[in-house]
């Protein structure tokens, strides 16, 4: 056998779909300023949803 096959590279593969069809966005908090939102944030059981929900509400006004 002359053919070279590739291997399967799933990382490759994951890191390729996640860039096509997700958004990532990232901000820091200070510990000391901002220790009360964070400290909210935390309380959260669904951090990712409750963002959206609160862009989402802020986009109907």
Known sequence: M???TEKFNK??????YNKKNYKNYSFR???DTE???IDFIEMQS???NYFV??????MTK
Do not use: C, F, H, Q
């Open 29 to 31: 908090l200070n510990k």
């Open 11 to 16: 990382n490759n593969y994951t890191k390729t």
């Open 46 to 48: 669904d951090k990712k």
């Open 53 to 58: 929900s609160l862009v989402k509400k802020d």
């Open 35 to 37: 220790k009360d939102v």
């Open 2 to 4: 002359t053919e070279k």
